[in-house]
């Protein structure tokens, strides 16, 4: 366990279901990440969460839907997707020392989503 | 734009054997790197990282070389073990204070 705990491990979904992936740090971060991995792709970088205010959104459709209610969760709501958005969806953490540098860079085991 | 890549997608080594994964960046003002280790059905794992005023770090059988001339990072694991087998990701800031940019990866498999 990393400190970072995603769930579900995995998920199948419709493309008309609506569901949601859940993200809990442990580690008293103050930034939050969704990442994208794909087959054969590097990870991608959807969302970035500082002090639970968005500070980045890396031009992800509109189906997909984060929230930060507070430092220590992150959700990423899902709507309509689409077959080739299934894919290995990664959280991750850190600790942002205010003047750009992120320390304890940390990742949870990732929700393997299969959209049908 | 500034990439991360990859020399090599894949590697093969004997157990037993030293480990050399290559990272090649194209941002010479890049301040920071990691390498991360994925294993099968997980999240990636730091291994080990060092600042651009540093040439070489060492950890537990690991080691990362930063040559700064050629932009170049490498990571060495000695006496390479099955537990290493998995896909190794060079990261690394591009501009101080922006998010990490990932390598594709290189998948290290060890025969026995």
């Known amino acids: 366990e990393t400190g970072v705990t995603q769930t579900p491990r995995h998920l199948v979904m419709g493309m008309t279901n609506k569901k949601s992936l859940k993200c809990e740090q442990h580690?008293?971060?103050?930034?939050m990440y969704w990442y994208k991995q794909s087959a054969k792709k590097p990870l991608e970088l959807m969302f970035v969460y500082n002090f639970k205010e968005q500070t980045e959104n890396n031009s992800v459709p509109s189906r997909f839907s984060p929230e930060c209610p507070n430092s220590s969760h992150l959700f990423l709501h899902l709507h309509t997707l689409q077959p080739e958005d299934s894919a290995l969806y990664l959280c991750?953490?850190?600790?942002?020392?205010?003047?750009?540098?992120?320390?304890?860079?940390?990742f949870g085991s990732g929700t393997r989503l299969t959209v049908v | 734009g500034e990439s991360v890549g990859l020399h090599l997608p894949t590697l093969s080594v004997q157990e037993g054997d030293n480990s050399i994964i290559n990272c090649a960046y194209s941002n010479s003002a890049s301040d920071y790197f990691i390498w991360y280790k994925q294993e099968s059905g997980k999240g990636p794992q730091f291994i080990i990282d060092i600042r651009s005023n540093m040439d070489k770090r060492q950890g537990q059988r690991v080691t990362v070389l930063l040559n700064k001339t050629v932009k170049h990072l490498s990571l060495q694991i000695a006496a390479t073990q099955p537990g290493d087998s998995a896909v190794y990701f060079c990261a690394e800031i591009p501009f101080y204070g922006q998010n990490f940019v990932f390598g594709p990866g290189t998948r290290l498999s060890v025969l026995p």
């Open positions: 580690l008293g971060h103050n930034a």
């Open positions: 991750a953490s850190s600790q942002d020392g205010g003047q750009g540098d992120r320390y304890g860079y940390t």
